[in-house]
């Protein structure tokens, strides 16, 4: 045990808490955790498995009667562990009177003290916004208009900040508004790379190059049975960027996306290294991007923290392209980017569509389709490229999940186990994903876990950012290598991770953590008494590229899910940020 954790151990004894809390306090305080703990000890707030009644008996055993109600300390910790209870549900911020609301319901006499107390203590900040929804101002006799009184919004300083900075980067990109081509030429180079690759792309989809040949910043809709038409689209837009001189940069949210993106652009005949796929922590890496064309695939999968990150790594005059499908679920972390940028009116949108011509959606998709209307039906699949799977438990489930990654799918479809990735609907359980990956861990590479529980060979996911890799990122354990493991992601790049907090089982993820991700199969598993809603059930569908097998033990409660429950709203500011500019 490192010397500091023993030291914030030892705080955690003085205030009888558990010291097995200790690792995961150092990391969210820092080096001086046991000092910062000890002024303060409702910082243990700062976990997200410790209550406010936990932490008040902590802090009444570490300050006896100095332990108040309403302590500065304790009402500012009862605010930001609300905005984080807030940003867990995907808000960024919180306006000022809910806030107050939230925070008085917890016991908290003076709510508006305890708001500025958080300010005060740096972990919260407030932003105002004038923004009006409607677009429209009451005018004064004189003509002058008659401002609203702004609003009050309260973020966690980290959240709020990258938000504003998203905004801002996005504001920058919009106010150049230098197009790469005419329309014309824009036009006829996407009707001459169609000719080269021996392909045609839709109406819809060469109205929307030429959009983004044009302007600044496009949202780019697509659908499940896309993913072709989106590829051709990727090729197109590359001999865009290509005919301009201005180059071009595909980006992904995951390793595993951009591996899959770049087998999309090979398959069109545009897997040259000219155009570059990169997973967003690799452009971040990278840093500052040369390309006067950015691509975001699966923009939906990413939240205002990540892509404040990318539009900062844009150089003036580059035109951002968000391909997002706005079926999928929100981003795992607070925002909802792409929808926000579209109801802020203040950047263009068009729709990438496979031609009609073309053969319907295949199997996934049109179960895909069918999920975001409301249904599950049955669909032909004579390619076996749908499975469900019927469970009657939730240890059958977990049964089942194990037979399909070790056995039928690679016996029946040829795809290997390393491949198969088991998408499930909760963390905890006999069938969730904390479960499986022991399962599987036991069937495909069991083994001591001599190197921080993991062997090499085991399937790892990354929760954390580091370099070269970033939340999300899936890939296999290699071994030991100096200052920590070798992980190599999917698509080949390898990887050092020094913290063994960042790596975790990745046999089996939960939709949330898969989010972004795609893979050649996808085993999806939904036990009883795990709520469903529409988006979350079209995520899973949407992960997999050849196959994906349901297993459903929810006895009905999937069906009842997709039709009734569909994503709830998110409190977020993007929307006034670029309306504000």
Request: a negative charge; glycine letters at 10%.
């Amino acid at each position: 045990m490192s010397e500091a954790v023993e030291q914030v151990s030892a705080v955690l004894d003085g205030m009888g808490a558990p010291r097995a809390l200790a690792p995961r306090l150092l990391a969210a305080l820092g080096p001086t955790a046991a000092t910062d703990l000890t002024a303060d000890p409702w910082l243990l707030l700062r976990l997200p498995q410790v209550t406010v009644e936990q932490t008040d008996f902590c802090a009444r055993r570490a300050l006896g009667e100095r332990a108040h109600p309403d302590d500065p300390r304790r009402t500012a910790a009862l605010t930001e562990h609300t905005l984080r209870t807030a940003a867990a549900r995907g808000h960024t911020a919180v306006e000022e009177k809910r806030l107050a609301s939230l925070v008085g319901r917890l016991g908290v006499n003076a709510p508006a003290q305890a708001l500025e107390a958080a300010v005060a203590g740096g972990a919260v900040a407030v932003f105002e916004s004038t923004d009006d929804s409607d677009d429209d101002f009451d005018f004064a006799e004189d003509g002058v208009p008659d401002l609203p009184d702004p609003d009050r919004f309260y973020a966690l300083t980290d959240l709020g900040h990258a938000e504003q900075r998203l905004g801002e980067q996005l504001v920058r990109l919009i106010s150049a508004n230098d197009p790469i081509m005419d329309s014309a030429t824009a036009a006829e180079t996407v009707d001459a790379a169609c000719g080269k690759g021996g392909f045609t792309v839709s109406e819809h989809t060469r109205a929307a190059l030429v959009t983004v040949a044009l302007r600044p910043v496009t949202v780019l809709w697509h659908g499940p049975g896309d993913s072709a038409e989106t590829a051709r689209a990727l090729a197109c837009l590359a001999a865009i960027a290509d005919e301009s001189q201005v180059g071009i940069t595909v980006v992904a949210p995951t390793a595993q996306a951009a591996a899959a993106v770049a087998a999309d652009l090979a398959e069109v005949g545009q897997g040259d290294p000219g155009t570059r796929v990169l997973s967003l922590a690799g452009a971040v890496r990278e840093g500052p991007l040369t390309s006067g064309l950015v691509v975001l695939c699966e923009s939906m999968a990413v939240g205002v923290t990540r892509a404040a990150a990318l539009a900062s790594l844009c150089s003036d005059g580059a035109h951002l392209v968000l391909l997002a499908d706005p079926r999928q679920a929100p981003s795992a972390t607070p925002g909802r980017v792409a929808e926000d940028i579209v109801r802020s009116r203040t950047a263009h949108t068009a729709e990438v569509a496979s031609p009609e011509e073309e053969a319907g959606p295949g199997p996934i998709a049109a179960l895909a389709l069918a999920v975001s209307e409301g249904e599950v039906p049955h669909v032909d699949a004579p390619g076996r490229e749908v499975v469900r799977v019927p469970a009657a438990s939730a240890e059958e489930a977990a049964h089942r999940v194990v037979q399909l990654v070790t056995d039928s799918i690679p016996r029946a479809l040829g795809v290997p186990a390393e491949e198969v990735r088991v998408v499930a609907a909760r963390e905890d359980g006999p069938a969730g994903a904390r479960a499986l990956n022991v399962a599987c861990k036991e069937r495909l590479n069991p083994g001591p876990g001599a190197l921080g529980g993991f062997d090499p060979g085991d399937a790892v996911l990354l929760v954390a950012e580091g370099p070269g890799f970033g939340p999300g990122d899936t890939g296999v354990l290699r071994g030991p290598v100096e200052g920590g493991v070798e992980v190599e992601l999917t698509g080949g790049a390898k990887v050092t991770v020094t913290d063994p907090a960042a790596l975790r089982p990745g046999w089996a993820l939960t939709v949330a953590a898969a989010h972004g991700g795609r893979w050649p199969a996808v085993v999806g598993v939904f036990p009883p008494g795990v709520p469903v809603s529409r988006p979350q059930v079209y995520t899973v569908l949407t992960r997999a590229v050849r196959h994906v097998s349901l297993v459903d033990a929810t006895d009905g409660a999937l069906e009842t899910g997709v039709r009734e429950t569909t994503a709830p709203e998110r409190v977020t500011r993007l929307v006034r940020v670029l309306r504000e500019g």
